[in-house]
């Protein structure tokens, strides 16, 4: 079973980039407001296949900002498969 769900990725100047994933029922520039000290780098939808495959892709439109896929599927790798 694939479940969409919806992703950002931050940039708060200090550290290297973040990934957060989110419920699909909530609004990308609801969250985002959230992480009032960050920067949004890319946002869009994530699917995760039950044998592990990432797909990334999208926008959000609440933030006029695209995806990445190639660059946020790694980062999504790392964060959950610590993959470096």
């Known amino acids: 079973m694939k479940d969409r769900m919806k992703y950002i990725v931050f940039d708060d100047g200090l550290n290297p980039e973040s990934v957060v994933i989110f419920p699909s ?3 990308h520039g609801e969250f985002a407001a959230v992480w009032s000290g960050a920067t949004v780098v890319s ?13 990334c892709g999208g926008r959000s439109v609440t933030l006029s ?20």
């Open 65 to 84: 900002v695209s995806s990445r896929p190639y660059q946020d599927m790694i980062l999504v790798e790392k964060m959950l498969f610590r993959k470096e």
């Open 43 to 55: 946002a869009g939808e994530i699917e995760i296949s039950k044998d592990g495959g990432i797909w």
């Open 25 to 27: 029922w909530v609004n």
